[in-house]
């Protein structure tokens, strides 16, 4: 039993110094006091130590310290022991004179390492005039017992804005606030002004923190933000906001005349509903200028910067690039447009993949272009600007990325048909009328006529009624042609098959941006299904995944195109019921493998 007591003793005090806290050494006051009142100054060690030397504090008069006082306790959480102990050496001050002091930094000794507490600031007020105590416990409140008559100097709302003058579109914070010299226990049935002229955007407050602060001269105990939006004027002129009204429920002590020993061990009390409103406030909005206004403003005031990046500039003919154009700045962020980019004619643009990573009014927008080039040769991308407005500078600004040069190379000719083998090697600019700029002599003998004969019976005569005929003709048979082809439903098929796919991605990217993953999924299942369809000419309902494989074969797609149309397939119909953690990822890779197979199997059938 010996022996069991000393090992039990070991571990309880060998586990409390292994799970014992960094050492840390804390000053706290108020940071705003008056002329006359007395405040503690509390200096907070989580260990024990030794030899405190305090630097001499000026401004303030020492009353009564340092008094020491100790706090321990024990925390068991999964059988694992932690022990907390809290020195705390406290000073009872008086301000003596206005003015802001520093109270300098304070050391102490803990096994044999010295400790450092940080500097701290203390406003000092004239105030009221009357004696105020702040030694006692942050729960007690100065007022007069059973007083029921609560004035604005007690407790009011102020609506605080970070600037009264801005430009249209530039933002403002506006901040709801109480204050409070009256025990103010809770804030019910608020009503927010409609906030007409500007758009709104709430940041979230977690928690309504009540602090000591000092407002026109005085000090308030409970003061707490209530509410914060972020405010953007869409037009010039002076906008109001409207008051905000709300329901303060104050805590008030009520007794006898005289009061009682009793009044305050039972704590009588009542809570009284006060209406409070805040006041309106005017804000001054400026038009942007028209001078200097560029040509395709983007509307976005604030600042701006703007990088760009390409993939690859050397592809294939039917393979894809990614082109990304990547926005940062302050400002309405969320309402920031694609920019306008002039792509070569060749090249296939899908709708861009735009990501807003974009915390209150600062972030970061991105637009990643989809593009695939259909025709081999050298293209340039141009440069892509972007204008903004910039309200610090008051003036317009311009930004500019770079200009690609992408090198398109001849694809698989041995999978495309002559047709449009032969097309690889041109490009649109490449076609020229030659020939014709330059007339040379004619040597050879012409057949010439005098002037003044008859025109009937000549060649043109006989002609005039000859090739009318012979359009005719030739348009009857363009037209018996046209319709026996369009009667070929296995060709009129197998043409549209790349319309329906494009259109149905579309409906898919749209699904993607919007965060729908469902109809995503379903949207690109009906996609591949219907590409395949339409180019097999085989009924939908007909086509599984036992049968796909043979009729793809047949049509001279390989075993890896196969294989890959397949895992998207299962994909899809996994991902519909069972999606994943990273949906926006998933769908992107998802959208561009099915572009990529698509392409490939128009190549191979």
């Not at 604005?152 to 901040?175: I, P």
């Not at 010299?181 to 049935?189: A, S």
């Not at 070569?344 to 974009?358: E, N």
Request: proline share 4%; charged share 25%; aromatic share 10%.
């Amino acid at each position: 039993m010996k022996s069991f007591i000393i090992i039990l003793l070991l571990c309880v005090f060998g586990g409390s110094k292994l799970f014992a806290q960094k050492t840390e050494f804390i000053v706290s006051a108020p940071s705003v006091v008056e002329v006359g009142e007395q405040f503690r100054l509390s200096f907070v060690l989580n260990a024990k130590g030794e030899n405190l030397q305090v630097p001499t504090i000026k401004g303030f008069d020492l009353l009564a310290g340092p008094s020491l006082s100790t706090s321990s306790n024990i925390t068991i959480i999964n059988g694992d022991m932690k022990q907390n102990q809290e020195y705390t050496y406290t000073y009872i001050l008086e301000g003596q004179e206005e003015g802001e002091f520093t109270i300098e930094p304070a050391t102490i000794t803990v096994d044999g390492k010295e400790y450092k507490s940080q500097p701290l600031k203390i406003k000092v007020i004239k105030g009221s005039g009357k004696p105020r105590n702040n030694t006692q416990s942050s729960g007690d409140v100065s007022e007069s017992r059973g007083s029921t008559s609560i004035t604005d100097d007690d407790l009011f709302l102020r609506m605080e804005v970070s600037r009264n003058t801005l430009y249209v579109g530039e933002s403002l914070t506006a901040t709801l606030k109480v204050y409070a010299r009256v025990n103010l226990v809770d804030v019910q049935g608020k009503k927010i002004p409609p906030f007409d002229g500007f758009l709104t955007e709430d940041v979230k407050i977690p928690q309504i923190h009540l602090e000591r602060e000092e407002y026109n001269g005085k000090i308030y105990d409970r003061v707490g933000v209530l509410q914060k939006t972020i405010l953007f004027p869409q037009h010039a002129g002076t906008l109001t906001i409207e008051p905000y009204e709300l329901y303060c429920l104050v805590r008030q002590r009520v007794g006898s005349r005289g009061g009682s020993i009793f009044d305050d061990f039972f704590g009588n009390s009542r809570d009284v509903r006060v209406l409070c409103k805040s006041k309106p406030v005017k804000i001054t909005v400026k038009p942007l200028p028209e001078a200097g206004k560029p040509l395709g403003f983007s509307g976005m005031v604030g600042t701006l910067t703007m990088t760009t990046s390409m993939s690859t500039d050397t592809l294939k003919a039917n393979d894809a690039l990614t082109y990304k154009v990547v926005l940062r700045g302050n400002g309405n962020m969320k309402l920031l447009e694609a920019p306008k980019i002039t792509f070569p004619h060749d090249f296939d643009v899908y709708d861009p993949k735009v990501t807003r990573d974009i915390s209150g009014t600062s972030g970061t927008v991105t637009f990643e272009y989809l593009v695939i080039p259909r025709y081999a040769g050298d293209y340039k991308i141009p440069a892509v600007q972007y204008s903004y407005f910039d309200p610090q500078a008051g003036a317009y600004k311009m930004l500019k990325g770079k200009e690609y040069a992408v090198r398109v190379e001849k694809g698989n000719e041995s999978s495309q048909g002559s047709g449009e083998a032969a097309l690889q090697s041109f490009k649109k600019e490449d076609v020229r009328m030659l020939g014709q700029d330059i007339r040379y002599i004619k040597t050879h003998k012409n057949d010439l006529r005098p002037k003044g004969v008859l025109y009937f019976a000549t060649m043109e005569y006989w002609l005039s009624f000859l090739i009318p005929f012979v359009l005719f003709v030739v348009g009857m048979i363009l037209n018996r042609r046209r319709i026996k082809a369009n009667a070929d439903l296995v060709r009129v098929k197998s043409k549209t098959a790349n319309k329906m796919a494009q259109k149905r991605l579309r409906a898919a990217s749209v699904a993607m941006k919007a965060g729908n993953s469902e109809l995503f999924y379903q949207e690109t299942l009906n996609a591949l299904w219907g590409y395949v369809s339409y180019k097999l000419n085989i009924a939908a309902s007909e086509l599984n995944r036992d049968n796909i494989s043979d009729h793809l074969t047949r049509r001279g797609a390989d075993a890896t195109l196969i294989q890959s149309f397949i895992e998207v397939l299962d994909h899809c119909e996994y991902a519909r019921y069972a999606p994943g953690a990273n949906q926006g990822e998933e769908m992107d890779n998802v959208y561009k493998d099915s572009i990529s197979i698509i392409t490939k199997l128009d190549k191979a059938i």
